[in-house]
């Protein structure tokens, strides 16, 4: 059974800094993509960072661009969202996702949650102004 745990979250100021770090374990796929997605209160969920695992291509979201930056660990199965110049409009739950093969994240389908199999819980991040 695949589980995807995130941690990390926590409130900062704008201009602030974060460190978001997602655990898998049971995944046994060879070859896929993992993302990070965000959803704010009455908005729909939001693709911003995808990485292809042991390829490390990685494609991110206009609005997160040049702040954000998404890494993994596969020795350790673990993923990560190093997220700086944080903005009031950042503040939204965080989660990370993986998809079976990286046949669900191309031809820019990447941030479409519906590519996406399994899902952490999610992690809050909140950037006071």
């Known amino acids: 059974q695949v589980e995807l745990v995130e941690s990390g979250g926590g409130t900062v100021q704008t201009g602030g800094s974060l460190r978001l770090s997602c655990a898998a374990s049971?995944?046994?796929?060879?070859?896929?993509?993992r993302g990070w997605f965000r959803q704010a209160p009455g908005k729909e969920r939001e693709g911003i960072a995808v990485i292809y695992t042991g390829v490390g291509n990685t494609y991110y979201a206009d609005s997160v661009k040049g702040r954000f930056t998404i890494s993994e660990d596969n020795a350790n199965n673990m993923l990560y969202l190093q997220m700086s110049s944080l903005k009031p409009e950042d503040t939204a739950m965080y989660y990370c996702?993986?998809?079976?093969?990286?046949?669900?994240?191309?031809?820019?389908?990447?941030?479409?949650?519906?590519?996406?199999?399994?899902w952490g819980q999610g992690t809050q991040v909140t950037v006071s102004s």
């Open positions: 049971g995944y046994t796929y060879s070859s896929y993509c």
């Open positions: 996702a993986a998809a079976r093969s990286y046949t669900y994240c191309t031809n820019g389908y990447w941030s479409r949650p519906v590519q996406y199999t399994y």
